[in-house]
Every structure is written in structure tokens, then in C-alpha cells.
């Protein structure tokens, strides 16, 4: 049987006792631990400990292993034709790469409750906010547990607190990261969340969902990220048409109304001049300074005549002085790894794709962010993505619920 997002009320209370907390824990530790060398050893052995309770190698496909051999391979290449001493996190990323593949699925389809990812999104829009609204004790806290530790004067505190009063949610010269500080790191965990939670509320009415929705929408606009706004308004619209689609009453045809509205409503701002006034609906300043620059730099790459192996198996590494800043999922895929594992990457996730439950599919918008950004690249954000996505791979996920 596939796992279902909508059990009876005892199913509901197994689900939500104590000793099924670790999938929430895992995912708090995964957004909210700071950033450091414990936290990029921890990492590793937090998936380890997901794998030995709850892996099964009788569920893993054939293109993971296909995709572990792939970066062995890279490895072994960069080992011998490489002199440098590398990058440690560099290392580090590449053996949790490994690690979430042959450990895939290292999760089960438990239900995260509503407290976690209400506290979740608070907590981050409270980070975005902390200067704007000016509490010191708020500014100290987030500066002592989530310090900027690079080279960007506008992530400085310094330059924060001297530009409190020119904030908001929609300048477009102070884009909001809270924590993460990066702002389209932060929009990114932030759809993530919004995926989970309208998975987890599934069968829930839109009146329920309101209040995070609201929060939700301040805090994704105040990054000013486009791919973060459209993604979300996907996620969100997409979520409507799967709960009322094969619903035949009043009710049913003023939400899908609704929908229709807001999707014209949304191509009527990009189309209007309030879009170039608003960073996260200029797409058109995205596609020309964003998306076609991410283009020009791989396309650059691959005219660089890279040798034959290096095409096919990648350099295992992006870092030192051949440092390449792609800031896209499939341009650091075929740099690291070639093109041989983009191929096997993409056959992976389209098997997940297939065998997942209908109702759970809307976590794959996410993938979106590949074009524009990295997830399994991004050494937070790919644990955090491939912990949710083993959550909600159905197809692997066979639940006994009394058993669990």
C-alpha cells in the first residue's frame, strides 16, 4: 500500500509520538543549525543515523548506484590528474552526495507536525524582519548564532543597522535573507517549507491554510528572489487544483475561480510597469542578468575544450584556482561529475517522479530552483531537499502503520 497523507485519527496520534520525531528533528537540524565546521561534520553522521532506522537496500534503484560509480569514477580521475590539495567542504559535499544516494531513501512517511513548520517559517521571517524593525536583542542573537562570515559589505551588520529605515518587504535594494543571509537561500527553504506544509494539510480547507499562507507571502517577498516568487505561486496554485479537481460542488468552483484569478492577476503584473518597480516579478531583468548569464558560463565551460574524460566524468571538485561560479545545479552537475551523471541524475529522479504519489508530485516545483540556483550542490539545502523528497517517495516507502 502507498503511503497516504490522510489516516484516521489514530493513525494520526502513532504518527505524532515521540519516538517518530526524528524525521522533524532532522529537518529543524537541517535549516536552523548554524553554519560551521561542526555543523559540516555532523551532516554525514545525522544521515547515517536516518539510514540505520529507516534504509531498506531492497528499495534502491539501479540508477543510484549507477550515480555512486559515476562519482567514483570522477574521484578517481581527479586523483590522479590533480596536484592540489583541494577543498575540504568540497570533499565533505561530495561524500554526503554519495552518502544520500546510497542511503536513499533514508527517511519515512511521517508526519511532520504543523508546530514545526510553523516555527519554522516564524523564526526565519523574524530573522528577515530583526533590522527593519529594529529590536537589539533580536539583531544580537542572530548575529551571535548566524554571523556572516563573508566579503559582501551588504550581508554586514554594520551596513544593516545603518539601512534599517530604508528596509522593507519590497525594496528591492534590500533583499531580505534573514539567517541564511543569502536571500535566495532563504526563498528556497522557504518553498521547501510551503511544499511540506501543503502536503502535510493536504486535505485541509483553504481557511485553515490562510494564516500560513500570509506569513508565508511577506516573507518569500521580502527576498525579492523571482524564482522563489514564482515557484511558491506554483506550488500554491497546483496545490488548489489537487484538492478540488475532483471535487464537483459550490465551494470546489470558487477556489479553482480563485486560481484562474490569481493566475491572471500574476500575468498582468509582469506585464504592467509595477513589475519593474518589484524585484520578484522582474523576469525580465532575471532572464537577462540571472538566468542567460548562469547559460553563458556553462556554455563558456563546455567551448573550453574540456578533455573527453572530463566531459563524461567531471572534475570531481569545483574549487581552488579553476573555480567556476555556475550558481546552477546542472552547471556544477557536469563540471563535478560529467555528463554521464547528469544523464543518470535525471533518470533517478524521474523514476522517484513516477512511482510517487500523485498528491506528493508538487514537491518536484522545487526542482525549478535547479535552473537559477543549487539543491543537491548546496551542501544545507541538498540534506535538507533529499531528507523531504525521501519523506515523500511513496513509491519506496511501503508502510505497515501498525508497525511503526
Known sequence: ??????????????????????????????????????????V??????????YHKFQDALISQYLIIILICVSFFLHAITNSDDGDIKGYLRNIVIVEMFLFYPFAKAIKISNAYLYFALIYIFISQISYMIGIDPLITFFNDYYPYEGDRYWYQSDYLISNADSMSLI??????????????????????????????????????????IIIYSMAIVGTGSRTGFFVSFLIIIYSIYLRYKNIRNVVSYIYMLVALVGVTVFIYLLSSGIASDLRFLDYEEGLEKSFFVKVQILVHYLLSDPSLLHFLFGN???????????????????????YTALIAWLLFFRMI????DPNHRMFFIIFLWTLTATLMFAYRVGFVFMLILSKYDSGSLKINYKNI
Not at 8 to 18: A, D, F, R, V
Not at 353 to 356: E, I, N, Q, S
Open 316 to 338: 570531481f571538485i569545483n574549487a581552488g584556482s579553476n573555480f567556476i561560479q555556475f550558481d546552477s545545479e546542472i552547471g556544477e552537475l557536469i563540471y563535478n561529475f560529467g
Open 171 to 212: 525594496n528591492r535594494n534590500f533583499r531580505l535573507g534573514g539567517l541564511f543571509h543569502n536571500a535566495n537561500l532563504c526563498a528556497i527553504f522557504l518553498t521547501i517549507i510551503l511544499a511540506v506544509y501543503l502536503i502535510e494539510n493536504f486535505g485541509k480547507s483553504i481557511k485553515y491554510k490562510l494564516p500560513f
Open 44 to 53: 554525514p553522521i545525522f544521515i547515517l543515523i536516518l539510514a540505520i532506522r
Open 1 to 42: 500500500m502507498n503511503t497516504k497523507y490522510k489516516p484516521n485519527s489514530q493513525i494520526s496520534n502513532k504518527l505524532s509520538s515521540p519516538k517518530n520525531t526524528l524525521i522533524s528533528l532532522a529537518f529543524m537540524f537541517g535549516l536552523f543549525m548554524p553554519d560551521g565546521n561542526l555543523f559540516y561534520y555532523l
Open 353 to 356: 517522479y513516477k512511482r510517487m
